[in-house]
């Protein structure tokens, strides 16, 4: 999901849904390369700002948007995975500040080829474990 879809999708569940305790926002890795950094911090702050206005007595919890082999809007790995770096920096500490919280993956790194598919994107089925590991261990402790 693109960071322009968050507002909009959230909207949408608000219609069916109620309001959860916890929103995990796991959004932002196909914006990478799309844009100037300044300005997608910019679009992260601003939106983040309207989803505590829709979800007032939900903590937002970021979960970090994880390395890359291969990304869509550019070459330079390097450059890339360093940039997703700054935007989960920026973004978490966002969420921590509002009293949320900040899911990392530290064992999925861009060098590690076995967890990620072919396409270099997505994660293969031990990749997708430990994600799922962190989510689980994460709200074991806060819940």
């Known amino acids: 999901m693109n960071w322009q879809e968050l507002v909009p999708r959230i909207k949408y569940l608000l219609r069916f849904e109620q309001e959860p305790d916890f929103l995990i926002i796991h959004c932002g890795g196909n914006n990478i390369g799309s844009c100037k950094l300044h300005n997608f911090r910019r679009q992260i702050?601003?939106?983040?700002?309207?989803?505590?206005?829709?979800l007032p007595k939900a903590k937002l919890i970021w979960s970090q948007i994880l390395p890359r082999l291969v990304w869509r809007n550019g070459q330079n790995i390097k450059s890339l995975n360093r940039a997703a770096v700054r935007i989960n920096n920026f973004a978490g500490w966002l969420c921590l500040k509002s009293g949320g919280g900040y899911i990392k993956y530290p064992e999925i790194t861009w060098n590690e080829k076995g967890l990620f598919n072919m396409d270099g994107v997505h994660l293969s089925n031990m990749g997708n474990e430990l994600f799922l590991y962190r989510i689980q261990s994460f709200l074991q402790e806060v819940v």
């Open 45 to 54: 702050k601003s939106s983040l700002c309207k989803v505590s206005e829709l």
